[in-house]
């Protein structure tokens, strides 16, 4: 979401609520696997063997651990090279984010 949207944010507002700056939301990863983050900026819960790697190459995928497994933080994704990535041969992951709520559209009306 982007900050330049208008909306209305109301103090006190609790999270996934139209007035509230943040909204969570979830990343699913399969068993052994790997999923892109989409674009947007991102507060990452730890999550068990789920790092997070980002591609340092322009000629082709040369993904690095950005994050360690079962780490959290700030990720910022452009939605093609940062992506989650499940060690976990047998299970598939769930990983938590929090991010800024698109909020309550805010409107003008002229006279």
Known sequence: MSLGIGKIILAGANANTAGAYFQTGT???AANATTVI???TYLLTPTANVSVQVN???NGNAFTTLMAA???GVVISDGVNVRLSNGDANNAKTVTY???NGGQAASETYA
């Open 56 to 58: 340092t190459n322009s």
């Open 27 to 29: 990343f699913s990863v």
């Open 98 to 100: 929090v991010t800024v």
């Open 38 to 40: 989409t674009a947007g």
């Open 70 to 72: 079962n780490v959290g």
